[in-house]
């Protein structure tokens, strides 16, 4: 939430080759510093074996895959915002990505 009295440009940048997706926040100063502290990704999983599903609309001895695989990982990290050296608002952000497999479809016409 926006709560100075000016307006804020939020910017994305997306960096496929590196598979990077970043936020810049513009606005006007008024004295707040904001931190990420204590980033951490554990919990590892790999992603289960690939599934092969028969596709009648394909000829026999195609394969073609509709989804990708998908490693799994719980990550967090804390959020704090000081003014004036007090901290005004902290928050840890916790995400679960649950590994995927990767899926593919399997000619069975002939």
């Known amino acids: 939430m926006n709560d100075t009295p000016a307006y804020i440009l939020i910017q994305t940048k997306i960096d496929t080759e590196n ?53 799994g990982a719980k990550a967090s990290f804390d959020y704090r915002v000081t003014k004036e050296g007090k901290i005004i608002f902290e928050k840890t952000f916790v995400s679960n990505f649950r590994p995927w497999q990767a899926v593919y479809l399997k000619g069975t016409k002939q």
């Open 19 to 71: 598979v990077n997706l970043a936020f810049e926040l513009y606005g006007a100063k008024d004295g707040r510093k904001s931190e990420i502290l204590n980033h951490v990704v554990g919990s590892i999983v790999p992603p289960p074996p690939a599934l092969y599903q028969d596709d009648p609309t394909l000829p026999v001895g195609t394969i073609r895959q509709v989804d990708f695989a998908a490693w």
